[in-house]
């Protein structure tokens, strides 16, 4: 069964940075696609980044590009997301995602962790 937990979420002012980090076990983490999603309050979850297998491409919404930076190790089985320059609307719950084949959606995924918070304040 694959396992996958994200770590690194935090209070945070506006303009500040965060690192996540989504450590993952149990599957072949070398051959998936992976994503972060995030979810705010009253929101559905939305997508926010995803990396091929290889990390050779990258994809983001539009609202996070040029401030976030998803990256993988795949010797560590852990994938990234370096956020700069936060801003308010950023807050919410983080989601670390994987799957075979992957998308910007969270039905292409099988393999979800848990979530970390990342709140940023004004």
């Known amino acids: 069964q694959v396992h996958l937990v994200e770590s690194g979420g935090a209070l945070v002012q506006a303009g500040g940075s965060l690192k996540l980090s989504c450590a993952v076990s149990?599957?072949?983490?070398?051959?998936?696609?992976m994503a972060w999603f995030r979810q705010a309050p009253g929101k559905e979850r939305e997508f926010v980044a995803t990396?091929?297998?290889?990390?050779?491409?990258?994809y983001y919404e539009d609202s996070v590009k040029g401030r976030f930076t998803i990256s993988r190790d795949n010797a560590k089985n852990t994938v990234y997301l370096q956020m700069n320059s936060l801003k308010p609307e950023d807050t919410g719950v983080y989601y670390c995602?994987?799957?075979?084949?992957?998308?910007?959606?969270?039905?292409?995924?099988?393999?979800w962790g848990q979530g970390t918070q990342v709140t940023v304040s004004s």
């Open positions: 149990g599957g072949t983490f070398s051959t998936y696609a």
């Open positions: 990396i091929s297998w290889s990390g050779g491409t990258t």
């Open positions: 995602a994987g799957d075979d084949m992957g998308g910007a959606h969270d039905y292409e995924y099988d393999y």
